[in-house]
């Protein structure tokens, strides 16, 4: 497959009987997650239409399944109605035509009259002229939309909106659309890049979810970074919320350590005419403080429950996946469940991740001999007293507590990840979810989250010992936990 060559299902189909030996070899390396999604082959980037529709929830990602380093973007797809069982569906969109040729890259799901509807976009490289620079000229980013009645088969692609329905001082860096409802009325949230270098989000208005006018942009007074990807704009426990992801943002104290931000922001805007004052943007705050979450996206399921998934990953990093020798890279985070809670976003692993427990043991803090555990664990630590904390998490892998800081050290295992800090007003729980080649650490109830990927070379059945030392006092309850099952429906 070529690289700004269109790629069909049929060539995917063609590809895919002719690769089993990669299939094979993928599926044989230590280094692969047991409860995390991940791809069969090749890349997977950003989750994508996420939604639960007729009691299954269906899981769509950015994919390349032809080599480890992202080339070329398609929507790969995973099902599952609990969330310990799954179903490889295999690619459902391809960049097939003259408006996604290039990529079909981000974009959303929305359920109306028992028809999920689909918004991407689709990226194209114009190669007629040589001195494009693919940001302010040479790269069309189409708004396309389609629809389904069973998350599987998809109809015709129709083209929305071209770089033409876009504001004038917008660059050629407009994408990743994500519908809400509000009053009747639809609207669509674009991130995007302005010709100043400006991150934004771009709003439409529609009344049929087909004929899309600009009506507002949400930005900041100074500038936050020069593009702002995946907006994602909710109402959650009474607050509207704008997640997105700002690039260009520096480190500032604690902040903003990654290459590329994820962020919530929470707004005081009720969709009204005019412009959305930068006003409006009451608070900005990091959504993880890992090396690897970017890209988030949430929905509602038919619970009413808002769950978040992002690529448990990140572009324009110094830090390695050494799968990518193995012939994959990257995976998804664990659902999250959000709620609002005095102005800040909780996050919590859902509550069916608990079926994949089994073999639970408890002792009291500190935990200085250690407890045995295999790699793929779920630890609950409940402080009553924490003055300072020491926990070695894996091989080399310490998170610690002391004068108000947590401190991760991924030690030799980060392959160029380093530390990690957070100033805290006291600990009182964490929820570590370790997989294979992953750490997801739950802080205070899910105040705050680290999420990262970790090479300490143990393989999924191998053990370690779990120890934590400190000044503190309360209980750990350790839980070994299985796999998720797959299922291969293409
Ligand atoms: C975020 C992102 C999106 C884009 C997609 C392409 O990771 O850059 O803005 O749609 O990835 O794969």
New binding site residues.
């Given amino acids: 497959m070529k690289k700004y060559e269109k790629v069909t299902k049929a060539d995917y189909e063609r590809w895919y009987r002719e690769n089993e030996e990669y299939r094979r070899r993928v599926s044989q390396d230590g280094c692969r997650l047991s409860y995390h999604l991940m791809p069969e082959t090749g890349w997977l ?2 989750p994508n239409g996420l939604c639960q529709f007729h009691g299954i929830y269906h899981i769509y990602f ?1 994919y390349t399944p032809f080599e480890p380093s ?1 080339q070329i ?1 398609l929507w790969g797809h995973y099902t599952t109605e609990d969330f310990i069982h799954y179903t490889d569906c295999g690619p459902v969109l391809f960049p097939d035509q003259d408006f996604d040729a290039h ?1 079909v ?2 974009g959303s799901a929305f359920i109306e009259d028992d028809v999920i509807h689909y918004f991407y ?1 689709g ?1 194209v490289k114009y190669f007629d002229r040589n001195d494009y620079d693919y940001i302010m000229t040479g790269r069309g980013s189409n708004t396309v939309h389609c629809t389904s009645r069973d998350g599987v088969h998809f109809s015709t692609k129709e083209l929305l909106m071209t770089n033409a329905d876009y504001p004038a001082d917008i660059s050629a860096h407009v ?2 659309p994500k519908i809400i409802k509000k009053d009747g009325i639809y609207y669509m949230a674009l ?1 995007a890049r302005d010709v100043h270098d400006k991150g934004m989000v771009l709003l439409y208005r529609s009344e049929d979810l087909k004929h899309w006018n600009s009506y507002s942009r949400i930005t900041t007074g100074e500038s936050f970074g020069y593009m702002w ?2 907006p994602d704009l909710f109402y959650l426990d009474g607050r509207l919320c704008l997640i997105c ?1 700002p690039q260009g943002v520096e480190p500032d104290g604690m902040d903003y350590w990654d290459a590329q931000q994820c962020t919530v922001m929470m707004l005081e805007y009720d969709f009204t005419p005019g412009q959305c004052s930068p006003d409006a943007i009451k608070d900005i705050r990091v959504v993880d403080r890992g090396f690897d979450f ?2 988030p996206q949430t929905f509602l399921d038919e619970r009413g429950r808002r769950i978040l998934i992002a ?1 448990m990953g990140t ?1 324009g990093t110094d830090y390695t996946n050494p799968t990518a020798a193995a012939g994959w890279q990257h995976a998804l985070t664990l659902p999250r469940v959000l709620h609002v809670k005095n102005g800040r976003l909780i996050q919590q692993p859902v509550e069916e991740l608990k079926n994949l427990r089994k073999n639970s043991s408890t002792c009291s803090l500190p935990c200085e001999s250690g407890c045995r555990s295999g790699i793929i664990y779920e630890a609950e630590l409940v402080f009553s007293r924490c003055e300072t904390m020491c926990a070695q998490l894996r091989n080399s892998v310490l998170l610690s507590y002391e004068a108000g800081l947590l401190t991760l050290d991924m030690g030799s295992a980060g392959s160029g990840r380093k530390r990690r800090y957070l100033k805290l007003n006291g600990l009182h729980s964490l929820r570590i979810f370790s997989d294979t080649t992953s750490l997801e650490i739950f802080v205070n109830g899910g105040e705050e989250t680290f999420t990262t990927r970790v090479y300490d070379g143990v393989l999924p059945e191998g053990e370690i010992q779990l120890t934590i030392n400190g000044i503190c006092e309360g209980t750990l309850t350790l839980h070994e936990l299985n796999g998720v099952s797959w299922m291969q429906d293409h």
């Fill in positions: 980037n950003d950015q992202g973007k990529g890259y981000s976009t990226n994408r990743d991130g990807e995946c992801c970017y890209a690529w572009a």
